[in-house]
C-alpha cells in the first residue's frame, strides 16, 4: 500500500522488484538508483517531492489549510456542547 501511494498516487518514489524470497537485490537497488541519477525520471521524482514538501508546509502555516480545518473541527465540537 505504501509503495503504491508513493510511487504510483503522489509519483514521489520507485517500487523495486523483490526475488522469489521476497527480498530486493543490490543489483536491483544500484539499477533504481542509476535510474534515479541519472535519468530524466529521477529528475521529476525529485521536483515532485520538492512540491509536496512546500504543499506541506504550507498546510501547516498558521493560516495553511491544516489549521483551518482544525480550527473549524473545534468549533464545530464547541457548537455541538453549547
Given at each position: 500500500m505504501n509503495a503504491v501511494l508513493l510511487s504510483e498516487v503522489l509519483k514521489v518514489g520507485l517500487r523495486?522488484?523483490?526475488?522469489?524470497?521476497?527480498?530486493v537485490e543490490k543489483v536491483e537497488v544500484a539499477k533504481v538508483i542509476k535510474y534515479l541519477m541519472e535519468g530524466e525520471e529521477g529528475e521529476k521524482l525529485c521536483n515532485n517531492m520538492k512540491e509536496l514538501k512546500e504543499d506541506a508546509s504550507n498546510a501547516i502555516k498558521e493560516d495553511g489549510s491544516s489549521r483551518k480545518t482544525a480550527?473549524?473541527?473545534?468549533?464545530?465540537?464547541?457548537?455541538?456542547?453549547?
Open positions: 523495486t522488484r523483490v526475488n522469489e524470497n521476497d527480498i480550527i473549524s473541527q473545534l468549533a464545530l465540537k464547541w457548537r455541538k456542547l453549547v
